[in-house]
């Protein structure tokens, strides 16, 4: 397709599109066929001519299929959508009386007919008529070529699939700014977003900036267009989308101020502004050829988002958080019904493969390509990436390709990352031969597949003192490498930094590992020690070894410099995780047992977590440095435990609740405050309701707290769901309410739980899919459960699997679990 003209005529009751294609006969693409199929969903055709003349064509609820064409035309379309009903927020949709879209991956079908897949690239022109008094904003891709009350026309001169047309019409306030490019290019910057939000919008606008220049320093990369906008809207079925020149975002990712804002929601606003704006090279100038390729631009930009936090805040917490989100999802999703390899083979739904593994597990495969190549190796094969496909739809081949040709390294063998599902297991095996100074390892892989990957490590000497480190290349289903002059018996530090994303079994001994904890110069490796300490501590108590690993622990805080890593190994692994390491699942046993363990520590460390809270606890002016983070994340997890204890609670959470001067701090101690039962805990309630019910955001924080916490209950669920604030139709707030409750685990798992959860995956069957299909996921291990929650879940499964008119998003999951 040369070129595609659209004009929208956006009325109260209907959308008139209208369409202007030029299409011409690509040989690659249409071998010997002169027919062609344009998808179109849920639309009402009104014309269509080709050449200016009409011509028979076959409509069906998928699309038109046209016949006897010639090798160039130009196709006209007109056809009426219904944005103004539109629940699912896929294709053109209304937020708060604004209108908005969101096209990928199949939602420009709901939008007019048209070849909708990623390899097919167009420019485009758009034409947008609107009453100019309530949608004084009309915006769409590329560069603006004429403006009037009413009407604008806007031109994108880069070639797009249209999964990346974006529309925007509405009444939005908008912070401008500007970026000069490292070429000296002008690029205008502009954050539109509802009017009573201009007050958050400069941390966004500060984060864009950094990731034009993050880019530029790191990748080399420039922008390439004169203008760069981001919209941002409360109704969004994801977080935000990549669209050219014009990217739109769920609110959340874009408003952001310490007053309702925490710190990890701005490292989130940050990484999703640098994210959308990655895309533009990783995603939009290079795209992918078919949907099946979806990693090659996601998990190469989540790779990006992460180096880009790991840059700009602390690189080893940003690297314990991401393999802590990896290990507690993704490694469940390999182990679970919807299990597919990074280049998934089939889908039913594409919705449904936006999944962890293509993206974070994706990330981990970018991050070994980058550790067996170095920095500079990785560079040269993005540099040649860019050189070769520069304008293209390709696969994840090609992409490996460059980085193979650039460096002459062969990762033929490393393709099994891309067609094997599951997590792959590692076992080592050591053994020291004093009399001839030798450091034996064996590693063998648990699995059919040899896996190839990069193990970093190092070899320990007993004052903690490094003796060797390096990576090793395990390629094989069994290797053994031998370390000789090593004086005396090494502790290895295994895994360092993640380095692959598997299950790693070592026979380090629990000394070893406390010594780790107390003594590794890799803070992943400090802090998976500690997990797997809780985690062995909390499943199969043993006094005597919590007592060593406490006394680590209190050295470990009162000499670790490193606040937010002492917070980190103070946290206990979540339930969900528990969830995982166990053969069956027992809710109640495993909520119990961390509640054990947590007072086990409040009992040991009382005056330590006092002391520590009070001497982080003081008023400050607030700062996103990583200092400044870490004392409030060790700060609030000190809370987090005394908060158990009856004397200090509710008067520690209170004072810290009425005197916090940002949101970190007060949705802490509201947390504290909610999830137990104390003299102050309506007061809270309605004391912050009071404080922040104008605010969106803050409310989204509201409903999640008291539908995790664990004394509420489906009646209090249902309660929250009749609150005036409580939205259905917007993702945003069922997420905080009905995905909240699905991860309080001991109140949701029993028959009222699910039947109330199935109700409402029902209800979004017919209102939003998408929604309803990442939200039914909960079911997906219900094989794993004691006996009677299992059956429960597979009766709810089984009464969703056989309800009419299912939709395919619900059905492929639901089908998939039933299996
Ligand atoms: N391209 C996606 C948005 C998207 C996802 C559109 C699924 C349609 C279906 C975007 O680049 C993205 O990946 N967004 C993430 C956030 C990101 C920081 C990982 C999201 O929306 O969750
Ligand atoms: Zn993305």
Redesign the pocket.
Known sequence: MHTTELSFDLRDDETLVSSKIHFYKNPKYQAGDNSLFLDGIDLELISLVIDGERVDYELSDKGVQLRHLKGEFVLEIVNRIHPENNTSLNGLYQSSGNYCS?C??HGFRQITYYLDRPDVLSVFTTHIKAEAGRYPVLLSNGNLSSASPGQATWHDPTPKPCYLFALVAGDFAVLEDHYTTLSGREVALKIYVEKHNIGKTQFAMDSLKRSFAWDESRFNLEYDLDIYMIVAVDDF??????NKGLNIF?STFVLADPKTATDKDFINVE??IG??YF?NWT?NRVTCQDWFQLSL??GL??FR?QEFTSDLHSRSIKRIEDVNALRTFQFAEDAGPMRHPVRPESYIEM?NF?TLTV?EKGAEVIRMIHSFLGEVGFQKGMKLYFDRHDGDAITIDDFVSSMSDANEFDFSKFMTWYSQPGTPTINIKTDYDEKNECFYVEVEQDNEFDYFLPLNYALLDDQGSTLKEGVLTIQQQKQTFVFDQIKSMPIPSWLRGFSAPIHLLSDLTFEQQIFLVGHDSDAYVVWDSAQQIWLSLILTPNTARELLFFNAIEKLVQTRQDKSLVSEILTLPSERFLHQKVVVIDVFDIHQKREEMASKVLGRFKSLLLETYHSLNHAKVYQLTPEAVGERSLKNTCLYYLSKDKGSNPDLARTQFEQANCMTDQIAAFSALVASDNSYKKQAISNFYQTFEQDVQVMDKFFAVQSTSPLATVADIKQLMEHELFSFNTPNRLRSVIGGFTQNYINFHNQSGYEFFTDIILKLNQSNPQIGARLVSVYNHWGRFTPVLKQLQKQQLERIIQSDDLSNDIFEIVQAALK
């Open positions: 969101q990928e991956a079925n994801m977080g935000a989308m990549e769920n990484a999703v994210h959308e895309h995603g631009k996601e930009t989540v988002d919705n936006y993206y």
